[in-house]
Nanobody, 113 residues
Framework: QLQASGGGLVQVGGSLRLSCAAS????????MGWYRQVPGKEREVVAL???????TYVNSVEGRFTISRDNAKNTVYLQMDSLKPEDTAVYYC?????????WGQGTQVTVSS
């Protein structure tokens, strides 16, 4: 019910745009966002956005990443600019619906130096 896309391999300083489309009953969920995880570490929040457009970011991506949302398409985006090697991770789309978390399948982002 969450379909993510847009990951890939990019050089340092490059850009990528992730997309995640929600479908089914959960598509009306208020809070959507992106998390990321590297092997051996816990999944961490990257950015969150409410249906009203209020957003928040983890400090390490502030000013470089932009989260946005198209409510008509039930889709959330993550524009990632000025990418760094430490941004390399599997990125997961998240949606909260009726106090329950739903996750996309994950998409790999690799930033090479």
């Amino acid at each position: 019910q969450l379909q993510a896309s847009g990951g890939g391999l990019v050089q340092v300083g490059g850009s990528l745009r992730l997309s995640c489309a929600a479908s089914g009953s959960i598509a009306t969920g208020n809070l959507m966002g992106w998390y990321r995880q590297v092997p051996g570490k816990e999944r961490e929040v990257v950015a969150l956005i409410t249906v009203g457009g209020n957003s928040t970011y983890v400090n390490s991506v502030e000013g470089r990443f932009t989260i946005s949302r198209d409510n008509a398409k039930n889709t959330v985006y993550l524009q990632m600019d000025s990418l760094k090697p430490e941004d390399t991770a599997v990125y997961y789309c998240n949606l909260v619906y009726r106090a329950k978390d739903y996750w996309g399948q994950g998409t790999q982002v690799t930033v090479s130096s």
